[in-house]
């Protein structure tokens, strides 16, 4: 199985490159980045999860409720755009723990 990576900066149309090589690559699987990074964020209390809440929390200056560290997303995304480095050092954070599931997602299907 051939992995195929699609990386850019936010808004760049990665989601549709992506579904678009879903649908034109016969036997692939697509793993959504987008989609991870809201299950991290939203959803997800994984120990990796949590504490990657705390980094975003805590470099932004972010109210957080209850233990599982639930952002308050408002306040987030006001500054996040509100500096175009804040972007960059969202990014920064992010990176180790996606690349985290996507080693395993890519050892998980080449083992398929």
């Not at 233990?67 to 995304?77: I, P």
Request: charged share 20%.
């Amino acid at each position: 199985m051939k992995i195929i990576g699609v990386t850019g900066k936010l808004g760049s149309g990665k989601s549709f490159v992506a579904n678009e090589l879903s649908f034109n690559t016969k036997n692939s699987t697509v793993l959504e980045v987008d989609y991870i990074r809201n299950k991290l964020f939203k959803v997800s209390k994984s120990k990796d999860a949590i504490e990657l809440r705390k980094k975003i929390a805590q470099a932004f200056q972010i109210d957080v409720t209850t233990e599982n560290v639930w952002l308050d997303y408002f306040q987030f995304y006001q500054k996040l755009f509100s500096d175009s480095n804040n972007v960059q050092l969202c990014a920064n954070i992010m990176t180790p723990y996606i690349k985290k599931i996507i080693n395993i997602f890519a050892l998980y299907n080449h083992l398929r």
